[in-house]
């Protein structure tokens, strides 16, 4: 008779021994599977599939908790009668419970594991329901299914004592859970909610990305449009001011008198330019800012065709190197530079002289950009320093324009020198 007690008692314990073993071995292969995924549904698919192989699992909940809402979230469904999750975007957030109600909210406040022994009585009294039905869906009322659950366990997901949400399994038998799978079962659950936290972090980084592509893809269409109506609009003003440049030059051929054919040429410079800058901004260059050395060289032929200047008799050199000017600058920059070198083709090598035009530009130390515009000719200023024409009235108003000053020097054929 003892025999046969001891035989059935290291039967026993061969059989606790395995069942712990089996534990043991899902709880290791669960946790490497964990440490994998990114994956909220996979994680809780995986963790479904886990428990089964310990308990006679037929529900599994998994919801959220949001501390500073209070409210609660269920964001995993899955059933024995479904090899899939099941949507559970039809359950609204349900707030928390008033204390003494609701067995979720209680898990909550007790921030501890609770098994429910007599489910179905506990039912009774809550407020919002959802049933399983025999397809796998949810319904608000109980439409008859294979099984009746009888218990069930709320366990927490707690990261750092902190509840993120909880787990509810639920069972049709009766004893199913108890303080020695509970143990198993918090442990495979604690797994779970470092995972968890993991994915959700993955997840909010995914969210952050895709906002932040279709942000940039946004600002992208918005530049893209403004570019378009910043070019069609320089397109058009360009087109204009050459149309301008074409009147000019066609009236001019009707003008006997020299000094009006001079007046009508010296518009048609003022036309051009501006029209060049439009091409410079949107001729594949910067939209923002212009390179005054690579304008200059586009200006200067135009102003010798325009006042029939044989380039052999002024010559032109530009000491002008790696200076950018904003737009509002640069238009205002390229006005004064026509104005002077116009003055000097015109006026400083009268009855075909010979010379030389210089044009210097740099940025000081300072941050203030130097210009000059020399010429070796008999001048253009007169005796008392005041300017002779409209050019350089013109020339004045756009220094102040500028915020800068300007010096003239006349020693050697004049020198116009400009800080701004």
């Known amino acids: 008779m003892q025999n046969i007690r001891e035989r059935e008692s290291l039967q026993n314990l061969i059989e606790v021994l395995n069942h712990r073993n089996k534990e043991l071995k899902l709880l290791y292969e669960t946790s490497r599977f964990f440490s994998t995924t990114l994956d909220i549904n996979e994680l809780y698919n995986k963790l479904f599939d886990v428990l089964c192989n310990i308990v006679d699992l037929q529900d599994m909940f998994v919801a959220r908790f ?29 707030p928390l419970a008033p204390e003494g109600k609701g067995i979720l909210s209680e898990a909550i406040r007790r921030n501890d594991t609770i098994i429910v022994k007599d489910y179905q009585k506990r039912l ?27 218990t069930a366990m709320i366990v927490p997901i707690k990261l750092n004592d902190k509840i993120l949400g909880f787990i509810t399994l639920m069972s049709k038998n009766k004893n199913e859970f108890d303080e020695r799978n509970r143990a198993w079962i918090e442990t495979m659950v604690n797994q779970a909610a470092i ?9 909010e980084v995914l969210t952050d990305a895709k906002e932040n592509d279709k942000l940039a893809e946004s600002l992208t269409k918005v530049s893209k449009e403004r570019e378009l109506l910043a070019y069609e609009a320089s397109s058009r003003v360009k087109e204009n001011m050459k149309i301008i440049s074409s009147l000019l030059q066609f009236q001019s051929d009707y003008v006997k008198d020299p000094v009006y054919n001079e007046y009508f040429k010296i518009a048609r410079s003022r036309a051009q330019v501006l029209a060049m800058i439009q091409d410079k901004l949107y001729g594949g260059g910067s939209i923002t800012d212009i390179e005054i050395e690579s304008f200059l060289h586009t200006l ?41 070198l116009s003055n000097s083709l015109l006026h400083s090598f009268p009855n075909k002289k010979k010379g030389n035009i210089t044009i210097d530009m740099h940025e000081e130390k300072d941050g203030k950009y130097y210009l000059s515009v020399r010429d070796n000719g008999m001048g253009v200023i007169s005796p008392k320093g005041r300017p002779h024409s409209f050019s350089m009235v013109l020339v004045g108003m756009f220094v102040k324009n500028l915020g800068g000053t300007f010096d003239i020097d006349r020693k050697t054929g004049t020198k116009v020198v400009i800080k701004f």
């Not at 809402?69 to 995993?76: A, N």
């Not at 995972?195 to 997840?203: C, D, G, P, R, T």
């Open 124 to 150: 009774e009294h809550s407020k919002v329901k959802y049933h399983i039905t025999n397809t796998g869906t949810l319904a608000e009322e109980d439409m008859g299914k294979e099984y009746v659950i009888e």
């Open 195 to 203: 995972a968890n936290k993991n994915a959700i972090l993955y997840s």
């Open 300 to 340: 200067i032929p135009h102003l010798y065709e325009t006042f029939d200047i044989n380039l052999n008799r002024i010559s032109t050199y530009i000491n002008v190197k790696h200076v950018y000017l904003p737009v509002d600058k640069a238009i205002t920059c390229s006005m004064i530079i026509n104005e002077l």
């Open 66 to 94: 949001d501390e500073s809402q209070r409210k609660i979230k269920y964001i995993f469904l899955r059933s024995v009668l479904e090899d899939k999750h099941i949507d559970v975007s039809v359950i609204p957030e349900i």
